[in-house]
């Protein structure tokens, strides 16, 4: 079933489906390694609609809920969140 990379849990992985945004903010994504087919995992999640903390190739990265609301992904099977 897909989901947002803002609806993550700690410790949920999942494959990146589509990437919702367009221009300058799609570009930066793709820089950092968020494309379709990208695994991400949630390592942290910010107190209060903070900002989510994701692991992309090695990196960790923060999206406000704005632009990781825009992210549509599939929960890898077996993995398993907070």
Do not use: F, K, Y
Not at 48 to 54: E, H, N, Q
């Amino acid at each position: 079933m897909p989901t947002t990379l803002w609806e993550l849990r700690c410790g949920q992985t999942a494959r990146v489906l589509s990437v919702g945004v367009s221009g300058a903010m799609r570009r930066r994504l793709q820089d950092v390694g968020l494309a379709p087919g990208a695994s991400v995992t949630c390592v942290n999640r910010g107190m209060w609609g903070g900002p989510v903390a994701l692991l992309v190739r090695g990196a960790v990265i923060a999206l406000r809920q704005e632009d990781a609301g825009l992210l549509t992904a599939e929960i890898v099977e077996g993995s398993h969140g907070e």
